[in-house]
């Protein structure tokens, strides 16, 4: 059981507030949705919770399993188990995705053991129908798709319990929407984890269920509510809560 409790925070960049007194709890076995206008700090929060430090933390704490995250370095999060998929994977010249893989588990893993690693890489390429892109440069060249699919192949490498998907139906047509979705879901169903979604759109709700939705506007969460609350935003908008 893993819990992300995240309590009155506050986030200034440039002198200006992002996250304005953002609470938010998130328990192994729940997925939570966060949906609200643009620019209003959604993935902000994501990059603040791995303790990006573009972003100055001025109140509040972010703990994960007792741990506050404030005073961690990224690398350090991660190994706690957070996994960020986010809105706009980098891309790394000169660094082929195997390699990357491999750097980020065996690092992660004191048992770490190439061969079958390298198996589980090549069976979840052909499982993404990316047949003999490990070998290509991280994300270079890669469609918009394919690097939200490159980063679920990241997630179930790193096994992570809490995910952070930061509009992962981005750039996905309508098969791999559904690939990436039942995917994410097949693994929420196999691990002991908790998902957080940022997305705009419902239709990746079709795929992943959420327990809870909540709508953010200016840095704060305005409202939660059930799957319910994503058909009231599609017949509403944000402007009228
Ligand atoms: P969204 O809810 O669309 O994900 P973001 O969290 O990306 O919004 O951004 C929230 C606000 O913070 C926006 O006004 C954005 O321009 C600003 N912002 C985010 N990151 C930075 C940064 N590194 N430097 C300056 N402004 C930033
Ligand atoms: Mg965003």
């Given at each position: 059981m893993h819990t992300l409790k995240i309590k009155n925070l506050n986030v200034l960049v440039d002198d200006k507030k992002i996250i304005n007194d953002f609470n938010l709890e998130i328990k192994s076995g729940e997925i939570h949705v966060i949906m609200g206008p643009n620019g209003i700090g959604k993935s902000t929060?994501?990059?603040?919770?791995?303790?990006?430090?573009?972003?100055?933390?001025?109140?509040?704490?972010?703990?994960?399993?007792?741990?506050?995250?404030n005073d961690l370095t990224t690398d350090k999060i991660a190994k706690l188990g957070i996994f960020l998929s986010p809105q706009n994977p980098i891309e790394i010249e000169g660094v082929s995705n195997?390699?990357?893989?491999?750097?980020?588990?065996?690092?992660?893993?004191?048992?770490?053991?190439?061969?079958?690693?390298?198996?589980?890489?090549?069976k979840l390429y052909q499982d993404f129908d990316m047949d003999n892109m490990a070998n290509r440069y991280l994300n270079v060249g890669f469609s918009g798709g394919e690097k939200k699919k490159n980063e679920i192949i990241q997630m179930y490498l790193l096994k992570p319990s809490l995910i952070l998907l930061d509009e992962i139906d981005s750039g996905l047509d309508v098969d791999s929407l559904k690939q990436v979705g039942?995917?994410?879901?097949?693994?929420?169903?196999?691990?002991?984890?908790?998902?957080?979604?940022?997305?705009?759109?419902?239709?990746?709700?079709d795929y992943i269920k959420p327990d809870y939705v909540h709508i953010m506007k200016q840095g704060s969460i305005i409202k939660s509510g059930d799957y319910k609350l994503v058909k009231e935003i599609e017949k509403k908008g944000y402007n009228n809560w």
């Open positions: 929060l994501t990059k603040v919770i791995m303790n990006d430090k573009t972003y100055n933390i001025v109140s509040g704490t972010i703990e994960y399993d007792g741990h506050k995250l195997a390699d990357f893989l491999k750097a980020a588990v065996s690092n992660q893993k004191e048992d770490f053991k190439l061969l079958p690693f390298v198996k589980e890489v090549n039942n995917k994410i879901m097949e693994y929420y169903q196999n691990h002991d984890c908790a998902i957080l979604i940022i997305t705009h759109y419902q239709r990746l709700l």
